[in-house]
Every structure is written in structure tokens, then in C-alpha cells.
């Protein structure tokens, strides 16, 4: 049962434009999500979230959109660069309890030069 | 900078062997989590503590167990290895209040023939 789901295993975005990377969540106990990203050979490494209480949090090139009512939520990179080439995982926590984490099961972004 | 450190980057053991992987944190976080990732299924979560000496099932902990005999070190033993645990196993620490970000160790290539 993947409670937490990224349906693109795989994106390609020219250096400069826009890439949007996209999560859907179906336990409506989650209330703080984040995004990491994963390069080969290393861990992942935590880069943006976002709290129920907000629908958009912004760091530089990275922001995050949350639409509760639809249970998605999307990372926007822009403008991509090529460094930005990383798997990244959408990732959620529930409220109460454990700090347990859900994960997606990623999205490989390509930015091509 | 918090620093996870996995005991191995590449381990190879054969069927039916004891194994152990070792993970260090250096900033006193309350929490430990190991994963595991596998292609096409993201990060899954196999163990996590909160505390010296507790420990909680995650999502697939059969044919496992954890050791937390200090805050620092958190320890994943598969009891009996078996080929379908060949994987990348990754630990992560993060602090014991809500919300926090997990730091990532660089992974545990284990290879089980």
C-alpha cells in the first residue's frame, strides 16, 4: 500500500526552464511533507518542506506547492540547472505519534545542457 | 554539520550468515531510522528508535532486528541473511522533536549470494 507516490519515474528538463516534480498522498493524517534529493553513491539530503497550515514555501530556485483538498504536492525548480540532475523523493510524516517518515518511490529529473 | 556514518560502502556475505551494519551519528539525535532502497519501490523504512534501548517495527522489518545500546551508534542485523535482502540500506539520524529533517548516511551496498 504506497500511501506515498511520485508517478514519474523519470523527467528531462532543458537547463533554464521549469521543472515540476509531483507527489500524491492518500493518508490525510500527514501534515508536514518534504522533498530530499539523491545524487549516486550518496545519501539522500534534505532540501525543502512544507507544513499543512501553508500551501507554498519558497527557498531560492526551490518551492514547494501543497493542495491539501486534492492530496498533491509539487516541487518547482527554476530555472533548472544541470547540477539539479538527482533523484528526488517526495516524503511524508503524520501527526501524532512517531516521527515516522513516508517516502515515494522517487523521480529521476534529468537536466540537460 | 551533522555526519552519519555507515560502518561499510560495499559488503558481500552469502546466504544463511549473521550480518551486521553499523551507523554513527555525531550530533545526539534522539531518533535512528534504517531503510532500504530498492529500484522502483523508493526508500523503505525497516526500523527506527527514538530513544537508547527502544526501538519500533517500520514498514518491513521481518528477517531483521536493531541493536541501540547507545544514543550514537544504531545497529541493523539481518539474523539470517537471504538473497532477497540484497539492497542499498541507508540510516538516518534527526532530532526528537516534530518535524525535523533526517540526515543520511552515504549507504550500505550489501550484496547477499
Known amino acids: 500500500d504506497q500511501q506515498v507516490k511520485q508517478n514519474s519515474p523519470s523527467l528531462s528538463v532543458q537547463e533554464g526552464r521549469i521543472s515540476i516534480l509531483n507527489c500524491d498522498y492518500t493518508?490525510?493524517?500527514?501534515?508536514?511533507f518534504l522533498w530530499y534529493k539523491k545524487y549516486p553513491a550518496e545519501g539522500p539530503t534534505f532540501l525543502i518542506s512544507?507544513?499543512?497550515?501553508?500551501d507554498k514555501n519558497e527557498d531560492g530556485r526551490f518551492t514547494v506547492f501543497l493542495n491539501k483538498s486534492a492530496k498533491h504536492l509539487s516541487l518547482h525548480i527554476v530555472p533548472s540547472q544541470p547540477g539539479d540532475s538527482a533523484v528526488y523523493f517526495c516524503a511524508a510524516i503524520r501527526s501524532g505519534g512517531y516521527q515516522k517518515v513516508t517516502f515515494g518511490t522517487g523521480t529521476k529529473l534529468q537536466v540537460i545542457p | 554539520d551533522v555526519k552519519v556514518t555507515q560502518s561499510s560502502r560495499y559488503l558481500v556475505k552469502r546466504t544463511g550468515e549473521k550480518v551486521f551494519l553499523e551507523c554513527v551519528q555525531d550530533?545526539?539525535?534522539?531518533?535512528m531510522f534504517w531503510y532500504r532502497q530498492d529500484p522502483g519501490l523508493g526508500l523503505r523504512l525497516i526500523y527506527f528508535s527514538y530513544d537508547v534501548k527502544m526501538k519500533e517495527k517500520g514498514d518491513i522489518p521481518e528477517g531483521y532486528s536493531v541493536s541501540r545500546e547507545k544514543k550514537e551508534r544504531f545497529s541493523l542485523i539481518l539474523e539470517s541473511a537471504s538473497t532477497n535482502q540484497t539492497s542499498m540500506y541507508l540510516c538516518a539520524s534527526s532530532l526528537g522533536v516534530r518535524n525535523q529533517p533526517q540526515h543520511f548516511g552515504d549507504g550500505t551496498r550489501l550484496s547477499i549470494l
Open positions: 493518508n490525510s493524517m500527514f501534515d508536514y
Open positions: 550530533m545526539d539525535h534522539e531518533n
Open positions: 512544507i507544513s499543512s497550515i501553508k
